[in-house]
């Protein structure tokens, strides 16, 4: 079955800690995404990635990293600079950009206390 | 700057109802606008999606309306069911491969048997 895997699907962390969210996908897509969900915030684009070795700040990158060595994968850091880092975080990849259709993963619900 | 408001927040709607949730946009260089729907612990899922060369678009029970001079769309979903129950976001985006979506802040849908 083709689609997005995001591990682990719940993570806990201390404060001050980094931690990474994988994501990886057997689309053979070459856009990749990352977006944080909270309540009654919708989908706030993070980090984006149109092809291997690129990829571009979103809305709020700010306290996040990525890297994107592989088309598969796309790893998502949460730093220590990050100040509010506990949500629901959603990978997503596409064929292309513009009106490609997003294909989800079952996102990773982190929390940092 | 939000660039795609979408009400309302929540709705319910008995079974067999008539669902309607709304957007507005702003940027006028959009020219996509997909609706996606999420169920709790899932990503969201592609479910329909317009074009502003058209007015309307229908699949099965599932309805876009759009209104290029008002930079409005709905989404309408006839005959709910207590399956339809979930999140609903709209989008836009440009057609460029360069461009990202920009979701609304979402709907939940209730659906009561």
């Known amino acids: 079955d083709g689609g997005i895997t995001q591990s682990p699907k719940y993570l806990f962390r201390k404060e001050g800690q980094n931690v990474t969210l994988s994501c990886e996908q057997n689309l053979n897509h070459d856009a990749m995404y990352w977006y944080r969900q909270d309540p009654g915030q919708g989908l706030r684009l993070i980090y984006y990635?149109?092809?291997?070795?690129?990829?571009q700040k979103g809305d709020i990158a700010e306290g996040y990293s990525v890297s994107r060595e592989k088309k598969e994968s796309f790893p998502l850091t949460v730093t220590s600079a990050q100040k509010n880092p506990t949500a629901f975080y959603l990978c997503?990849?596409?064929?292309?950009?513009?009106?490609?259709?997003?294909?989800f993963g079952n996102g990773t619900r982190l929390t940092v206390t | 700057q939000q660039q795609v408001k979408q009400s309302p927040q929540s709705l319910i709607v008995q079974k067999g109802g008539i669902s309607i949730i709304n957007c507005a946009y702003e940027n006028t260089a959009f020219d996509y606008f997909p609706w996606y729907q999420q169920f709790p612990g899932k990503g969201p899922a592609l479910l329909i999606a317009i074009r502003p060369d058209v007015s309307e678009k229908k699949e099965g029970r599932f309805t876009i309306s759009f209104n290029k001079s008002a930079k409005q769309f709905s989404l309408h979903i006839m005959d709910s069911q207590p399956g339809d129950s979930a999140t609903y976001f709209c989008?836009?985006?440009?057609?460029?491969?360069?461009?990202?979506?920009?979701f609304g802040k979402g709907t939940m849908l209730l659906v009561s048997p």
């Open positions: 990635s149109q092809i291997v070795n690129d990829f």
């Open positions: 997503a990849s596409s064929l292309a950009g513009g009106s490609s259709p997003l294909h």
């Open positions: 989008a836009a985006s440009m057609h460029s491969g360069y461009s990202t979506l920009t």
